[in-house]
């Protein structure tokens, strides 16, 4: 895999790096902003509200996404989306109510989801089909670092300082605000030397019943694995508090370290690929996921539930590069802005609406409920993820 990377152009480490200070950006955010609207007065039920109504506008940005980009070019585009990334991140230190929160951070998600699908578009068509995996892998590897470093930063910064925790939250959550106006420099370096995907100007009556058969299935399988991952990515805080009383900077801690096994996750994707067939290995994720998330219900000891956590993420981030292969490889070359966008619009259409659900049982306090749906989901997830078809690798 590293051997591989010596061979990426510039364009790419530079896409990897702007990545590293996304995942920065947002792994300070994610791992302070639940206890930073508690220290607002907002409960948890209005904090999964939030985080839905943000998760709608993340999906439903997608549709003027495609829209456009049959207009505007998609290096134009993808600058403007990471200033729609960064710019309201200036807001949320200051925000106070549930709707001024969920629309500014609706902005934030719109913008990542826009960058997600058009960064992984234009380096997707730009880099061999054999390097796709890999690519994708060191993505991940790129964003939990730096996701991880983050959350290591909350845990210093909550555990070692003095004083008032809103002002530390605050404080950190201007540290995300400066990681992101880094990032646009480097998203800047990444679009240079690199060409556009040809625009697809047919109609969709006109696309082949098997893309017809993959664009339907693509978005079953991302919405399920979406509505499961919200759980982990926007209440595992919550999670932990509930379950075992743990304070912020042991949660922030352990956030941390998940990151280390994440990025272990995504570094054995491309060996998965290479040494196993895909479908199985996608199903085998999903049963083992499953049974990771059920087991945490049952009130096992702490130490457990940990680990249990970790092997989760492990088992997701194996399947997340194969995911976003998946949604090149299925589609034709023309129409790769198309297919990812999908990825990305279901995935967090499903995160948008199990966050309702999760923040309603969390706020009863019924957390074992909440794990017991993401592993459903996570199993079905993964079922609908086997069944994509590889149309083209060129």
Known sequence: MFADIKKFSSAARNFLIATFLMG?????????YNFYLDARGVDKAATGHIYAIAMAMMAAAVIPLIYISRRVSQKRLLLISAFIYSLPFILLPVLTSVWGSAITLGLILSGMIALLSLGNSLMGSNINPESRTTLFSCFFVAYLGAAMTGSVIVSAVTHYLSGEALGHYQGILVASFMA???MIYFRIKSIQGISEPESDTRRMVEKKELEWYNFAVLFIAAALLGASITLIFRFVNIVFNLAYSMNISEISLIMGGDKIVSIIGALF?????KRFSLKPTIIIAGILTAGCLYSQSLHVPVFIFIVLYFLRLLLNY??????DTLAITGFAKERTLLSTSIRQLSFYLGSALSAILYGDLLDKGHWEQTLMISAMLALTG?????LIRVKHES
Request: glycine content about 4%.
């Open 24 to 32: 920065l950006s947002n792994g300070m955010f994610d791992a302070v």
């Open 180 to 182: 992101s106006l880094l």
């Open 269 to 273: 994707a491309p060996l998965l690929v």
């Open 318 to 323: 194996c399947l997340m590069p194969l995911l």
């Open 382 to 386: 993964a079922l609908f993820m086997s």
